[in-house]
T-cell receptor
Framework: DTAVSQTPKYLVTQMGNDKSIKCEQN?????MYWYKQDSKKFLKIMFSYNNKELIINETVPNRFSPKSPDKAHLNLHINSLELGDSAVYFC?????????????FGPGTRLLVL | AQSVSQHNHHVILSEAASLELGCNYS??????LFWYVQYPGQHLQLLLK??????LVKGIKGFEAEFIKSKFSFNLRKPSVQWSDTAEYFCAVTGTASKLTFGTGTRLQVTL
């Protein structure tokens, strides 16, 4: 009955590889997000989708491409991984994507690029 | 652009001590303020939020926060902490858009 789930939980890979992180929410929410948490625990938004449409796109390298096959899923694909991509990536969702809503977070995916 | 400052990076308290974690924000318009908590090995979850009305908001687990507009602050308080409150606490703000801007977090360690 997990509300927001992410797979995998841990991901260790070599520089230059391409990898994907999957996110699914069973809350019936319209809006989903990706956040990056760096080694100093600083959280920053990367993307937001509302009903499969891109709403927020912060200054993230083109190597990062979100994909939303339906409103319950928001996957993150990363090309040509770099050392600096090592971080914890959190997926989140909210009902409609308004500024006052609570966002519900997934457990995070810890990515380590070697 | 909005920003959030949390000045306490690491706080160590004994059980039953009172807690106050500072949060200051910078934003020119109407803000919505949040406190999220991340227990060890767990995901972020909402403690409380403020967007209008009574500036003193109560959240889960006995936490409360007070919005003081003149000071651009939204400090988190709890009268008596427990060992289980050991966690990372994040203050966050949204403006007109739903993107959360987080502070750098405060690590709270409660000792027995």
């Amino acid at each position: 009955d997990t509300a927001v789930s992410q797979t995998p939980k841990y991901l260790v890979t070599q520089m230059g590889n391409d990898k994907s992180i999957k996110c699914e929410q069973n809350l019936g929410h319209d809006t989903m997000y990706w956040y990056k948490q760096d080694s100093k625990k600083f959280l920053k938004i990367m993307f937001s989708y509302n009903n499969k449409e891109l709403i927020i796109n912060e200054t993230v390298p083109n190597r990062f491409s979100p994909k939303s096959p339906d409103k319950a899923h928001l996957n993150l694909h990363i090309n040509s991984l770099e050392l600096g991509d090592s971080a914890v990536y959190f997926c989140a969702s909210s009902q409609e994507g308004t500024a006052q809503e609570t966002q519900y977070f997934g457990p995070g995916t810890r990515l380590l690029v070697l | 652009a909005q920003s959030v400052s949390q000045h306490n990076h690491h706080v160590i308290l004994s059980e039953a001590a009172s807690l106050e974690l500072g949060c200051n924000y910078s934003y020119g318009g109407t803000v919505n303020l949040f406190w999220y908590v991340q227990y060890p090995g767990q995901h972020l979850q909402l403690l409380l939020k403020y967007f209008s009305g009574d500036p003193l908001v109560k959240g889960i687990k006995g936490f409360e926060a007070e919005f003081i507009k003149s000071k651009f602050s939204f400090n988190l308080r709890k009268p008596s902490v427990q060992w289980s409150d050991t966690a990372e606490y994040f203050c966050a703000v949204t403006g007109t858009a739903s993107k959360l801007t987080f502070g750098t977090g405060t690590r709270l360690q409660v000792t027995l």
